[in-house]
């Protein structure tokens, strides 16, 4: 993907410095993104307490993020309008989360985006910034019903294959609503 004349994202070779972690959390809507995220931060925060993170949310609609960082200290909370989910260089990705990254002094970044647009957004942060980075992969129950399907839309496989973690869906949590987090896998301080 080239990215358009003008652009305000850095080449690799230019690129500043990322986080000591980058952590991209995605999935359908509903899948519990959030709740697994906002357990991982709390767990993290207790394990080190000094530890400063940043969120960037690529997410439509109302989230539950602000609260959330306005009552944990050093978290940070962001939100990157997308003006389009098939036209994810349309965002500016790259340079908002150097921008974050380097106002912040965030140690981990979590960036949690839609699955629609993630399989792009995430090709452009590796060809633009190339920081290293996980992938953590909500699918919900939906999705984990079609998984062994191998007619998935692009966004869907690409995805499945790139996951380096998968969270399994918890029983009945089908709504942003649902106070009881799912278990936060352990990613490497």
Known sequence: MSLPAGSPEVSPTKARPGPRHTAWITGPRGAGKTRWLQ???RTLREAKPGLRC???????GRTQWEDFSRSESGVTFGKLVMPCVCCPAAAGLPAAVSEMVR???AEFLFIE??????????REFDQTLAWPREVVLCPGAKWTALRDRTDLPYFMASLLAQADVIVPPEPGASSTDDP????APTLSL
Do not use: F, M
């Open 180 to 183: 009881t987090p799912p278990a």
């Open 113 to 122: 985006a839609p699955a629609v647009a993630a399989a792009g957004l995430l």
């Open 39 to 41: 357990a991982r931060l």
């Open 54 to 60: 940043a969120v960037l949310s690529l997410e439509d």
């Open 103 to 105: 106002s912040t002094g």
